[in-house]
């Protein structure tokens, strides 16, 4: 199984101290989070794609590039790409070339974004979100797979004779993810292509992770990619940790309360009932995760946000040690007590990774 | 014969509350009418007053709570409406709106619905017509023609056919019969459309709807 980290990239006041970062220390901090995450044993780290502030990540394959040179084993992600605004052309360019330099550590997640200014900004219209998803991607999926490609969608300038550079490394593409909290349309979108489903699974109550999941597999058996428990299922999740539960809960409050999702809300009790977020100890967040694969099933990979709502750069990196040295090894060998023989262990790896693991 | 579900969904905030008591009475008088006609009716009372916080936690989390849940679950699968509200500086309430808000636009597509409202006078009566009825209509409910206001001093007149100030024709209760009345018949005369689970589209139709297959 994988475990990794995704990140956001919003630039929030710490409101224990009131303090603002720089968009510039927010980014070098992300960097640092991601060499940690590295360093401390986890597998994937991923960034969202924003273009609005207080955002940072506009430009993913910059900073996952930047991370590529200064790492060697980690699988450098997204969560999500926005397939609806950014040209097809363009992701298959940008990612392939992010491929080589990283030596094939690289897959990514299509999502459609929920911001709707940036449908407007970027010439596109957000009733089209949905097919826009679908049409790009298929697009993509061509522009990976097909050395000279012919085009005419609805959305996009045609294509004749085109071909999209530099070819994915060793010719295979990048493995991809379709990322979605409730539009069945996107789980279906994963199942026709045998890609893997990615379930947000932060900020929502976990009944929508399981009905999306259990679509997902269905229709992923139903296109002949394998039995639904072969399916390639990620999660999200949000954690904070101390060694003891009410230091956890007492630090993480004040971040909780003020948080930009869901702030001035329900309170952190309740939230932590309806939702995955899990506040305290890293046995309790061992539970907690294993308790995931109840309504999932067996899954490849979980993802934690561990570096939003203002938390200090200091305490992000402490989260990322817990996890590493206390959490994850145990999940590790935890979940792979409990897989079956024939669930694959992990999403595909580019044959490059997987080499090097068998080195 | 199958059990007809009806809720009123109220949005008074007192104990007791006028606006509770005219969305009783409109379900009584609506079950009175498909009892009548043999038929099977199951009735229920969402009051919002109990769901104003989870209401609010709603808008600021994106999601509702099991409470929430429930009664929007128990609103969009009734085979009718009744709605009630009392008059807040010209309008509905806010509680009022803010649940209508969450409901998906298309969960009540076609439902029977009764529109009520209560107030201090009846100089506030129009508020079903200006109000209520433009919300409904843009959730395209099937919004019933006989609305019932009731002001404070409705519910000190007799219920005969004499009215409180003379002008609307008839009093309190027979206007709550009249449209407890038609809207049962409009209740019983529509099949239920609830279906329970969403529809999949196969991915080829998806992709033949872009005509990229």
Redesign the interface.
């Known amino acids: 199984m994988q475990f990794g980290i995704f990140t956001v990239g919003d630039v929030t006041a710490d409101p224990t101290t009131g303090r603002t970062p720089t968009e510039h220390e927010r980014i070098k901090d992300t960097v640092a989070i991601a060499l940690k995450a590295e360093e401390v044993g986890l597998d994937v780290f991923a960034t969202g794609e924003h273009h609005n502030p207080p955002f940072v990540p506009s430009s993913p394959t910059t900073l996952l590039g930047h991370i590529a040179a200064r790492t060697e084993n980690l699988i450098l992600s997204t969560s999500t790409t926005l397939i609806t605004t950014n040209d097809p052309v363009k992701i298959a360019e940008d990612y392939a070339t992010l491929q080589h330099l990283a030596e094939g550590r690289v897959d990514l997640m299509m999502g459609r974004g929920n911001t709707g200014p940036v449908y407007p900004w970027f010439g596109q219209d957000i009733r089209q979100g949905?097919?826009l998803a679908?049409?790009n991607y298929?697009l993509l999926h061509k522009l990976w797979r097909e050395d000279v490609v012919d085009w005419e969608?609805?959305f996009r300038t045609a294509l004749q004779g085109f071909t999209s550079t530099p070819r994915p490394l060793d010719g295979v593409p990048p493995f991809v993810w379709h990322g979605s909290i409730r539009s069945?349309?996107i789980a279906?979108?994963a199942?026709?292509y045998g890609d893997g489903f990615f379930a947000n699974h932060i900020?929502?109550?976990k009944q929508h992770t399981e009905k999306m999941v259990r679509?997902y597999r269905q229709?992923y058996a139903h296109?002949g990619h394998g039995t639904p428990e072969q399916a390639i299922v990620g999660l999200g999740g949000q954690i904070f940790m101390r060694k003891n539960s009410q230091d956890a809960i007492r630090e993480f409050r004040p971040y909780f309360d003020n948080a930009p999702?869901?702030?001035?809300?329900?309170s952190l009790e309740?939230?932590s009932r309806?939702t995955p977020l899990t506040v305290g100890s890293p046995q309790e967040v061992i539970e907690r995760t294993l308790s995931f694969r109840d309504y999932v099933g067996d899954y490849q990979r979980q993802l934690f946000l561990v570096d939003h709502a203002g938390l200090p750069l200091k305490t992000v990196l402490e989260q990322l040690d817990i996890l590493g040295e206390e959490v994850v090894p145990v999940l590790r060998k935890e979940f792979a007590s409990l897989r079956p023989a024939g669930v694959p262990e992990t999403a595909p790896l580019h044959p490059s990774v997987q080499k090097k693991l068998e080195v | 014969m199958q059990t007809l579900k009806l809720v009123a969904v109220s949005a008074g905030l007192g104990t007791p509350s006028s606006t509770r008591l005219l969305a009783d009475r409109l379900l009584q008088a609506a079950r009175h009418r498909l009892t009548e006609q043999e038929y099977a009716v199951d009735v229920e009372v969402v009051e919002l007053r109990d769901l104003a916080l989870d209401i609010a936690k709603n808008f600021v989390t994106g999601f509702p709570s099991a409470a929430l849940q429930e009664a929007i679950d128990k609103v969009t699968g009734a085979d009718g409406v009744i709605a009630v509200t009392p008059v807040f500086t010209a309008s509905y309430s806010g509680l009022f709106k803010s649940f209508f808000d969450l409901i998906d636009p298309s969960a009540l597509t076609g439902t029977p619905v009764l529109i009520g409202a209560t107030g201090g006078t009846a100089r506030h009566s129009l508020v079903l017509d200006h109000a209520l009825r433009p919300l409904f209509a843009y959730l395209r409910a099937l919004t019933l023609p006989t609305a019932v206001y009731a002001a404070s001093e409705d519910w000190g007149t007799g219920g005969g056919e004499a009215a409180p100030t003379g002008f609307s024709g008839e009093g309190l209760p027979s206007r709550i019969t009249r449209a407890g009345n038609e809207f049962a018949d409009a209740v019983a005369a529509l099949p239920s459309r609830r279906t329970e689970e969403d529809e999949i589209v196969p991915f080829e139709k998806q992709l033949a709807d872009l005509r990229l297959d």
Not at chain 1, 261 to 266: A, E, Q, R
């Open positions: 949905i097919p679908i049409e298929a969608g609805k069945p349309e279906e979108q199942a026709y900020f929502w109550p679509l229709r296109y999702v869901y702030g001035h809300g329900p309740e939230f309806e």
